[in-house]
């Protein structure tokens, strides 16, 4: 009599051993580039606020009034906007009193800093200058926030007489 072998179904030991080692090194490569991305996805957040800040501090400014300062010229030109003092900016009028405005952490209109934005800051200082484009006497305002990882948002405005 003659007795067939069936053949044998499954998996030998070495050869689960090697599956598991492959399938390993494959995960650990995928999960190292998942990792990169999570790393890298904070920043994106940090600069929108510094942006979100921005406009708003140049929002604030080029609602103030244009109004001419006493050492310029009668049409804005001839001279260099002057600071305003003080760290309550609720007092400033105009927009050259933000001229050289700097913040180290940020600071609402009243001058109370905001405690989970300490890491950017208002610098360089704003900038307020009088420029003509077209005829037309303009203030320009540069308006420029540091991040916490010391990236520089820059916005530019201009505020007309009208």
């Known amino acids: 009599m003659y007795t067939t072998r069936r053949p044998q179904k499954g998996f030998t030991l070495i050869e689960l051993i090697i599956f598991i080692v492959v399938v390993g ?44 300062h ?3 010229g009668s049409n804005g030109s001839g001279g260099v906007c002057n600071a305003g003092t003080g760290t309550n900016r609720a007092l400033w009028t ?18 109370n800093a905001i405690p989970s934005l300490s890491g ?15 005829g037309v006497t303009l203030k320009m ?6 991040d916490t990882q010391n990236n520089v948002v820059s916005l530019t405005g201009y505020r007309g007489n009208f």
């Open 120 to 134: 950017y800051s208002v610098l360089p200082p704003v900038a307020v200058s009088t420029v003509t484009i077209s």
């Open 141 to 146: 305002v540069v308006v420029q926030v540091t």
């Open 25 to 68: 090194i494959g995960v650990t490569g995928v999960l190292s580039v998942f990792s990169t991305n999570v790393k890298a996805s904070a920043d994106p957040l940090v600069r929108k606020q510094a942006l979100a800040i921005a406009e708003s501090l140049l929002e604030e400014i080029l609602l103030k009034d244009f109004r001419e």
């Open 70 to 72: 006493p050492s310029f």
């Open 94 to 111: 105009n927009v050259c009193e933000y001229n050289t405005f700097t913040s180290a952490g940020i600071t609402d209109v009243l001058g």
